[in-house]
C-alpha cells in the first residue's frame, strides 16, 4: 500500500463530484426572475460550487490529507464526501448522496484502470483540477487556494519514481476492486458489461516513452542487435504525439478526468449482482470493526480542517436531486440495500485530547458498518453525524 495514494483518490473523486453537481445543477436551474423562493437558479448553483470548492481546497484541511499516510475504508472515505456535499446551501437525501458517490467511484476506477502509464494518474488528476479552476474563475480568493494544491501536488508527486507511481495505482485498484456499479453512460458507450466490470480497449495510443508493438530485437551478448522479427498485433496502436504537462500550466494531452458530462444526458446507475452479494455478506459480519477507532481518527483529523459555512439566518437548504422525478429517488431509497447506508452518531467531539479519545472509545465500541435503514430528507443526518469536528 502506498502512503501517498489519499490526496490522488480525494482530488479525482472531488473533481467528478463537482461535475455532476454542475451538471444536475444546471438542469434544475430555473431563470432567476421565474424561480420561486424554493427553486434553483444559475446564482445558486455558483453560490453552491465556490462554497464546496473553498472548503475542499481549505488550506488547513489539504495540509492534513497530504500527509503521509495510508487509506481507510470505504466508509470513512465516504463520511468526507457527506459532509463535503453539504458545505454549502444544498441538501442531497440519502437515495441521491448514494447515486452521487457511485458515480464518482465508477468514473475515476475506469480513469484509474485506462492510465496508458501509471504516472500519467497525476495527469488525470491535473485534468480535474484545471476543470474545478473554470468553475470558480470568477473568484479570484478560491483560485488561488487551487492553485497553492495544484503547487503541491507537482512538489510532491513530480519527484516520485515510476515504481512508486506503479504501487500508487495497485492501492487504488484494491481500493475499487469490489466495485462494479452499472453507469447508464459507460453501458451505452458500450465500456461497461451488464455486470458492472468494465471493457479495457486493445487498440489506440500506447504508453510515452514505449514503442507500438509488433518488433521483436534479439541481441547478442556484447548487446549488439543480431536479428529482428516482425509480428502482427490484435490491436491498432498508435504512438503519442507528445507527453502531457505536468506542470501548473499546459496540455495534458490525455483526456481521462475531463468533464464527460458536459454534454447533457442522464445518467443511472444500479447494483450488479456481485455488489448485492457483498452487501449481503456484510450483513452477515455484525463483529465490531476493529479499525473503528483508526477510522475515527483519520475522519477527525481531516475534518478538523473543514470549516462549514453554514446557511445565514433563517436561510433554508435547496434539495437536489441526482434522479429524473422524486417517485425515482424515493424508490431508489426503498430498493437500495441497507447495508450500505451509513449508522448517524450524533456526537460532540473538539481536538481536545479527552474529547478525542472518548470519540474514538465510542466509536470502538460500534460497529461502523451497521446499516441505518431509512433516509432523511434533505441530508440533515449527515450534517449531524459530523457536526463538532
Known amino acids: 500500500m502506498s502512503a501517498r495514494t489519499l490526496p490522488l483518490l480525494f482530488l479525482n473523486l472531488g473533481g467528478e463530484m463537482l461535475y455532476i453537481l454542475d451538471q444536475r445543477l444546471r438542469a434544475q436551474s430555473i431563470p432567476g426572475e421565474k424561480a420561486r423562493k424554493d427553486e434553483w437558479t444559475d446564482v445558486d448553483r455558483k453560490r453552491v460550487m465556490n462554497d464546496i470548492i473553498s472548503t475542499m481546497f481549505n488550506k488547513k484541511f489539504m495540509e492534513e490529507l497530504f500527509k503521509p499516510q495510508d487509506l481507510y475504508s470505504k466508509k470513512a472515505l465516504r463520511t468526507v464526501y457527506d459532509r463535503l456535499a453539504h458545505a454549502s446551501i444544498m441538501r442531497l437525501n440519502q437515495a441521491s448522496m448514494d447515486k452521487l458517490y457511485d458515480l ?102 500506447v504508453p510515452w516513452g514505449t514503442e507500438v508493438p509488433g518488433l521483436i530485437r534479439i541481441f547478442n551478448h556484447k548487446g549488439v542487435e543480431v536479428k529482428r522479427a516482425e509480428f502482427t498485433t490484435a490491436g491498432n496502436y498508435v504512438t503519442p504525439q507528445r507527453e502531457g504537462s505536468f506542470e501548473l500550466y499546459g496540455d495534458r494531452v490525455l483526456k481521462l478526468g475531463t468533464n464527460m458530462y458536459s454534454v447533457t444526458r442522464p445518467v443511472e446507475t444500479h447494483m450488479s449482482g456481485s455488489s448485492k452479494n457483498l452487501a449481503s455478506q456484510a450483513k452477515e459480519n455484525i463483529a465490531p470493526n476493529p479499525l473503528a477507532k483508526e477510522e475515527l481518527n483519520f475522519l477527525a483529523r481531516l475534518l478538523g480542517g473543514l470549516d462549514i459555512q453554514k446557511p445565514p439566518g433563517g436561510e433554508t437548504g435547496f434539495r437536489l436531486n441526482l434522479f429524473t422525478t422524486d417517485e425515482e429517488e424515493e424508490h431508489a431509497a426503498q430498493t437500495r440495500p441497507e447495508e450500505l447506508s451509513y449508522k448517524v452518531i450524533n456526537i460532540e467531539a473538539t481536538q481536545e485530547p479527552g474529547r ?21 430528507e434533505k441530508g440533515e443526518d449527515l450534517l449531524a453525524l459530523m457536526d463538532g469536528l
Not at 480513469?111 to 488525470?124: E, S
Not at 488528476?125 to 479552476?133: E, P
Not at 474514538?360 to 432523511?376: N, T
Open 356 to 376: 478525542r479519545a472518548e470519540l474514538s472509545r465510542i466509536l470502538g465500541e460500534l460497529d461502523v458498518a451497521e446499516p441505518r435503514p431509512g433516509s432523511a
Open 104 to 205: 464518482m467511484t465508477m468514473a475515476f476506477k475506469y480513469q484509474v484502470l485506462l492510465c496508458p502509464r501509471p504516472r500519467d494518474i497525476l495527469l488525470v488528476t491535473f485534468n480535474h483540477l484545471d476543470a474545478i479552476k473554470d468553475f470558480i474563475s470568477d473568484s479570484p480568493a478560491i483560485l488561488n487556494q487551487v492553485d497553492e494544491t495544484f503547487r503541491r501536488l507537482i512538489e510532491t508527486y513530480n519527484c516520485l519514481s515510476d515504481g512508486e507511481f506503479q504501487l500508487i495505482r495497485q492501492t487504488l485498484l484494491i481500493f475499487f476492486q469490489d466495485m462494479h456499479i452499472r453507469v447508464s453512460i459507460f453501458l451505452k458507450d458500450k465500456v461497461q458489461n451488464s455486470n458492472g466490470r468494465f471493457v479495457l480497449p486493445i487498440s489506440g495510443p
